[in-house]
């Protein structure tokens, strides 16, 4: 285990250069249901077949959903994962440009009426898109929104005052582009607030229809709308990254076959699902069931992948009878940054994030120093189900970062030192670990202005990362 001084620039200390630095990988987030709509949580990797444009893929890294009850705190510890459950975050998105002046207030009366029956509107939000093109909040996406169960017994209030003011705005005369431009805007600042929670994340989008532009670019583009469309590569870049699916919603109003089609399509670009004129209790619980049986897979399909194309992705389960919802193209943008520089990146965000990261579960039990020193000591365990581990001769090892910051009540403070984590295990230590997670332990000097830590982890080999924060006075 080596030390040394992290800078905000993360520059030059030559340590991230040590590191495996894997290639760009393609992540996918399959949900795995049975005949009768239920998650399927006990598949194995052996039961996914990945084919990426017709190249057969290997799967790097597989990760199950958690549903397993939380492991009960000791005195002191502190996790990332409150539950055992994989965490979700769903907004509902009521879009007034991409709703027919026919069908708008049918859908808002329709809207108003059956949110306060949700079960709960706990890590729920709701926005309306205006007109004009700005999201107005109804209930906000923000950490304190999340835990409020009760917010729907009182939405009415909020959201008519919205719809009247939006609808008492004259619609100005704007072209096609522009109302893709707007549309896809919406779902893309949604889905940056969204990337700040962990686990599954969904937007589900009201609306009747889709406004899509041919790209000039491609006049000779024979696919349909996803690609050869203008800024769909853009959305379907930035929803990846924030690992955000859409889920299109047709509550009331008639879809013509081609508006059927674009919303499936919709969907099927980034892992959501399309509904039309179901009961939003149901649909929301069926976009909950997402976090209940969706899986991780990656997969390095090589440096010569990332060429500036949309690419198909067809996965298949073995097993009979289970269906898989997921994302079924992605845009290869190349990433010409140094793999180094994709690592401290991630680094980067998790470190300055103001919300903690659960992609690694992560447990940190605090005692005091001895002699009265200011600081803690750090008994850390991370979930080994979450990192890559290669079987080599009977041994397990793995390559793992762990940054320890201090931290004010809002902001980092100073430089967070970096361990470089290269963990060997035999057969039995392995059995071990995953049974009572990875640990390694470590003592960590506080200033006098720290008023909490940050623990972060990031797994070398995936580039995936969970953190857990505390309160130190």
């Known amino acids: 285990m080596s030390r040394v001084v992290f800078t905000l620039a993360l520059a030059a200390s030559g340590l991230l250069a040590q590191a495996p630095t894997p290639g760009p990988l393609v992540r996918l987030y399959p949900v795995a249901l049975d005949a009768n709509?239920?998650?399927?949580?006990?598949?194995?990797?052996?039961?996914?077949?990945?084919v990426d444009q017709t190249k057969p893929q290997t799967i790097l890294?597989?990760?199950?959903?958690?549903?397993?009850?939380?492991?009960?705190?000791?005195?002191?510890?502190?996790?990332?994962?409150?539950?055992?459950?994989?965490?979700?975050?769903?907004?509902?998105?009521?879009?007034?440009?991409?709703?027919?002046?026919?069908?708008?207030?049918?859908?808002w009366k329709a809207l108003d009426k059956a949110l306060p029956q949700l079960e709960s509107g706990e890590s729920v939000y709701f926005y309306v898109l205006n007109l004009e093109g700005a999201l107005l909040p109804i209930h906000a996406i923000s950490p304190p929104a999340a835990g409020?169960?009760?917010?729907?017994?009182?939405?009415?209030?909020?959201?008519?005052?919205?719809?009247?003011?939006?609808?008492?705005?004259?619609?100005?005369?704007?072209?096609?582009?522009e109302q893709v431009k707007r549309t896809f805007?919406?779902?893309?600042?949604?889905?940056?607030?969204?990337?700040?929670?962990?686990?599954?994340?969904?937007?589900?989008?009201?609306?009747?229809?889709?406004?899509?532009?041919?790209?000039p670019m491609l006049p000779h583009c024979n696919g349909d709308w996803v690609e050869c469309s203008l800024y769909v590569p853009h959305?379907?870049?930035?929803?990846?990254?924030?690992?955000?699916?859409?889920?299109?919603?047709?509550?009331?109003?008639?879809?013509s076959p081609d508006v059927n089609y674009n919303m499936d399509q919709m969907a099927l670009l980034t892992g959501g699902h399309f509904y039309s004129r179901q009961d939003v209790r149901a649909v929301v619980n069926q976009v909950t069931q997402g976090a209940v049986g969706g899986?991780?897979?990656?997969?390095?399909p090589g440096p010569d992948n990332w060429n500036n194309k949309w690419h198909r992705v067809h996965v298949t389960c073995e097993r009979k009878g289970v269906k898989l919802q997921l994302r079924e193209r992605y845009y290869a943008l190349p990433d010409s940054r140094p793999a180094v520089e994709r690592m401290k990146a991630v680094l980067m965000e998790a470190f300055q994030n103001?919300?903690?990261?659960?992609?690694?579960?992560?447990?940190?039990?605090?005692?005091?120093?001895?002699?009265?020193?200011?600081?803690?000591?750090?008994?850390?365990?991370?979930?080994?189900?979450?990192?890559?581990?290669?079987?080599?001769?009977?041994?397990?090892?793995?390559?793992?970062?762990?940054?320890?910051?201090d931290r004010s009540a809002t902001a980092p403070l100073g430089e967070p030192s970096v361990l470089d984590l290269k963990p060997e295990l035999t057969a039995e230590q392995?059995?071990?670990?995953?049974?009572?997670?990875?640990?390694?332990?470590?003592d960590h000097p506080t200033s006098d202005t720290a008023r909490e830590v940050r623990v972060i982890i990031l797994d070398q080999n995936t580039n995936a990362v969970g953190s857990v924060t505390f309160s130190v006075k």
């Not at 002046?101 to 859908?107: I, M, S, Y």
């Not at 893309?188 to 889709?210: Q, S, T």
């Not at 899986?295 to 390095?300: H, K, R």
């Open 235 to 255: 959305l379907g870049v930035t929803l990846a990254k924030d690992r955000v699916a859409v889920d299109p919603y047709a509550l009331v109003g008639n879809i």
């Open 430 to 442: 392995y059995k071990m670990v995953m049974k009572n997670g990875l640990p390694f332990m470590q």
């Open 37 to 50: 709509g239920q998650p399927v949580t006990d598949l194995t990797a052996d039961d996914f077949k990945i």
């Open 354 to 405: 103001p919300t903690d990261l659960a992609e690694i579960g992560v447990r940190t039990k605090i005692s005091p120093l001895p002699d009265g020193k200011p600081g803690v000591h750090l008994d850390i365990r991370i979930d080994p189900s979450d990192l890559l581990l290669r079987e080599q001769g009977g041994k397990y090892s793995g390559a793992l970062y762990c940054l320890v910051s």
């Open 148 to 177: 409020d169960k009760t917010w729907p017994q009182g939405v009415a209030t909020g959201f008519d005052k919205v719809m009247k003011a939006s609808s008492h705005i004259r619609q100005a005369q704007i072209g096609a582009e």
């Open 295 to 300: 899986y991780s897979i990656f997969y390095d």
């Open 61 to 107: 890294a597989f990760h199950k959903p958690r549903n397993e009850p939380a492991a009960p705190h000791e005195v002191l510890e502190f996790s990332n994962r409150t539950s055992g459950v994989t965490p979700h975050a769903t907004v509902i998105l009521f879009d007034m440009i991409n709703l027919l002046d026919a069908d708008r207030l049918a859908n």
């Open 185 to 215: 805007k919406a779902l893309e600042d949604l889905a940056n607030k969204l990337a700040a929670f962990p686990g599954r994340r969904d937007i589900l989008w009201v609306a009747n229809g889709l406004t899509t532009v041919p790209d």
